[in-house]
């Protein structure tokens, strides 16, 4: 293979082919390998598309080298110091910051659709108490389309702001009422009064028994957690989005499909695999070194959670974050906090570990998170549906890019086939 001005020429089975080149705008090159089967016949072969870019975007950018990640050209660092959750929603899926006046229009509207239809809050009483709340939020956003049907209708484009607008606002809810059905009380609907991290604890955590006030120290929390969340750019749950996206499927289906990839314990299920991790070390007295030497057995399944990333490696721009943000909530609390004092002492170690140095795995943003939640009084069966609710912006603004992008195509990747070549069948009474 060469590349040079006028593109890449492969040479292969005594044929040269000209394959065109783009370069991104970090001086990244890629070879456009999509006409290459139209050509040769030859299909590439990328188990877990580690290596491949499935579309062009400029929402988000990430340098797992430097550990450097940017929402619309913007620092991850600059946006959580000076700016809350709904602007850096604004800004992903709206392109730009808003200004004042945007800002607190795009609050009221989101405190307008806030509400669920009432037959939908009788849905969740269906759930038996211990599901799962990342089942239902899944089921619930897949559902919100059954009420609000008009993306299935004639010119969806004309209602894709609404739905975007109900979407941010609805699923907040949906995720509050999952908490309250898995501890058996009553839905707390959403207050005007409150802004959206507000709203949400106000749900979470209101009693008609015990009147809760949202601490602004922990709504300040929650709205960096939300904005550490929101992209990070073709993961596996954003791709879910868009693969499902690319079938025409509408924007509450699609985001439904990327709420369960992130489920996984691969994915977003990391941060409820960490504190429980975390708790069992505490339980069952394990030492640092008995869980890192586990985690390093090849014949263990057991991994370190929290710990390595398909694209970061260095420390994950995040966790560094929120583990500054983990002392601050702790405050006086953090140094006796026992779940803080094991996850300090286990990054310290595996970091000097070889075997983690040797194949470069940090603590990524799930290490500490979950320590915060915890903190917060959310259990950690709702930290995947925190996790959802962060990176809902994201899904949004990846699904928006998918439906204006000229190149797009339904996601429908090859195979490299393996099985039998050609069988005929044996009737039933002759097997
Ligand atoms: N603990 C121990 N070993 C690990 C860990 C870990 N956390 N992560 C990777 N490794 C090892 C693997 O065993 C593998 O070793 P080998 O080359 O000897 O076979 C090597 O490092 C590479 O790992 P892969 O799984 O091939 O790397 P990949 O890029 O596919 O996976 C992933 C990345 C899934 C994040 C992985 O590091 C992992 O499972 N981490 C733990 C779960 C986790 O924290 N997930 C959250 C990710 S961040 C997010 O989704 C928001």
Redesign the pocket.
């Known amino acids: 293979m060469e590349i040079n001005k006028e593109g890449a020429t492969l040479k292969i089975n005594n044929q040269e082919i000209k394959l065109d080149v783009l370069h991104d705008n970090v001086d990244i090159t890629s070879i456009d390998i999509s006409t290459l089967r139209a050509k040769t016949g030859i299909l590439t072969y990328d188990p877990?598309f580690?290596n491949t870019g499935s579309c062009q975007s400029s929402i988000c950018f990430v340098d797992g080298e430097k550990g450097i990640l940017r929402y619309r050209g913007y620092d991850i660092e600059d946006l959580v110091e000076n700016c809350d959750f709904v602007e850096v929603a604004y800004l992903l899926i709206k392109e730009e910051l808003p200004n004042k006046e945007q800002r607190l229009a795009y609050q009221d509207l989101l405190n307008k659709h806030s509400m669920l239809h009432t037959d939908m809050t009788l849905f969740f009483r269906g759930y038996p108490q211990r599901a799962h709340p990342m089942s239902i939020l899944s089921a619930m956003v897949s559902s919100l389309s059954a009420f609000y049907p008009e993306l299935d209708g004639d010119n969806p484009e004309d209602h894709l702001d609404l739905t975007v607008t109900r979407l941010l606002s609805k699923m907040r809810t949906i995720a509050a009422f999952t908490y309250r059905q898995s501890i058996g009380q009553d839905v707390v609907n959403p207050s005007y009064k409150y802004s959206y991290c507000e709203n949400f604890l106000h749900m979470m955590f209101d009693s008609p028994v015990k009147n809760y006030t949202p601490d602004p120290k922990q709504v300040e929390a929650l709205n960096k957690l939300l904005i550490l969340?929101a992209d990070?750019e073709q993961?596996?749950s954003t791709s879910a989005v868009r693969l499902v996206g690319s079938s025409a499927a509408n924007l509450y289906a699609s985001v439904s499909a990327g709420c369960c990839a992130l489920w996984g314990?691969?994915?977003?299920g990391?941060n409820q695999?960490?504190l429980e991790m975390l708790e069992n070390i505490k339980e069952e007295g394990w030492s640092i070194d008995e869980i890192i030497a586990k985690?390093?057995n090849?014949n263990d399944d057991?991994?370190?959670?929290?710990?390595?990333?398909?694209v970061y490696k260095t420390y994950?721009p995040r966790a560094k974050i929120a583990r500054k943000l983990c002392e601050d909530v702790l405050g006086d609390d953090a140094i006796n906090d026992p779940l803080l004092n094991i996850a300090l002492e286990l990054e310290e170690k595996a970091l000097k570990d070889p075997?983690?140095i040797e194949?470069n795995?940090y603590p990524?943003?799930?290490?500490y998170t979950g320590i915060i939640f915890h903190y917060m009084g959310i259990p950690s069966e709702m930290f995947t549906v925190m996790?959802a609710l962060g990176r809902l912006p994201g899904w949004i603004a990846h699904y928006l890019e998918w439906n204006k992008d000229p190149y797009q195509k339904i996601g429908r990747p090859r195979q490299v086939y393996t099985g039998l070549n050609h069988r005929s069948v044996v009737p039933i009474d002759q097997r």
């Open positions: 877990g580690a969340h990070h993961n596996c314990k691969k994915h977003g990391a695999a960490v985690a390093k090849k057991f991994r370190l959670s929290g710990f390595g990333h398909r994950d075997y983690f194949k795995l990524n943003v799930d290490f996790f």
